[in-house]
């Protein structure tokens, strides 16, 4: 069982650029969410999902936007980079209900430039 | 909203020695208190979790007490193992609101030889 599968591993952007961290999960779950972590800061939430098409906003969504068109995946979008996104991005999913625990994935690390 | 301290930031303890890690948290509406544990280069994951209608729960060598009336808990690790050695972060949250997941800052944990 793969779990929650997070690519890239590894970027590095330029200043402007923009990309798409891609998410995937294979347990059939209807939440999945969006976390960076920094450094003695803990995970933050970026934005989160309840199911297919329902998007809403975290703690910290500002220069962020996602899709939520399957069950199956949750793609984070970077339009304009920053070196304040520089960070470790985590995409984890849960059944959501009750206290479900949260299956992350991997992690991509992003360095913006 | 809920705010997560979490202390100390770094600990380091000898194989077999105990390690205690604890977190405050500020919503007294607060019922769910989960703890990941983090290896170099993956995603959190859950090792331990409490519900406020219980004081402690154990699991093997490790445990979780909650005390409601202060809002504290605090994660004990007894026979400490090299594998051991992992970032972890305590949670809180209100039971049935999976996006208000609040994670503390982390505690580095080096189990030396």
């Known amino acids: 069982n793969a779990g929650v599968t997070q690519t890239p591993k590894f970027r590095i952007l330029k200043i402007g650029q923009s990309m798409t961290l891609q998410c995937a999960q294979d347990m059939n779950h209807n939440y999945m969410y969006w976390y960076r972590q920094d450094p003695g800061m803990g995970l933050k939430l970026i934005y989160y999902?309840?199911?297919?098409?329902?998007?809403d906003k975290g703690e910290v969504p500002n220069g962020y936007n996602v899709s939520r068109s399957t069950t199956e995946d949750f793609p984070l979008r970077l339009e304009l980079a920053a070196p304040s996104q520089t960070s470790v991005y985590f995409c984890?999913?849960?059944?959501?209900?009750?206290?479900?625990?949260?299956?992350f994935g991997n992690g991509t690390r992003l360095t913006v430039t | 909203g809920e705010n997560v301290e979490q202390h100390p930031s770094t600990l380091s303890v000898q194989e077999g020695d105990s390690a205690v890690i604890k977190c405050t948290y500020s919503d007294s509406a607060s019922n769910y208190f989960p703890w990941y544990k983090q290896e170099l280069g993956k995603g959190p994951q859950l090792i331990i979790d409490?519900?406020?209608?219980?004081g402690e729960k154990k699991d093997q060598r490790i445990a979780v007490t909650l005390n409601k009336t202060a809002k504290h808990f605090s994660l004990h690790i007894t026979e400490t193992q090299p594998e051991d050695s992992a970032v972890y972060f305590c949670?809180?949250?209100?039971?049935?609101?999976?996006?208000?997941?609040?994670f503390g800052t982390g505690t580095r944990l080096q189990v030396t030889l």
């Open positions: 409490i519900r406020s209608n219980v």
């Open positions: 999902s309840v199911g297919a098409g329902i998007t």
């Open positions: 949670a809180a949250s209100i039971r049935g609101t999976a996006s208000k997941l609040t």
């Open positions: 984890a999913s849960s059944t959501g209900t009750g206290d479900s625990p949260l299956h």
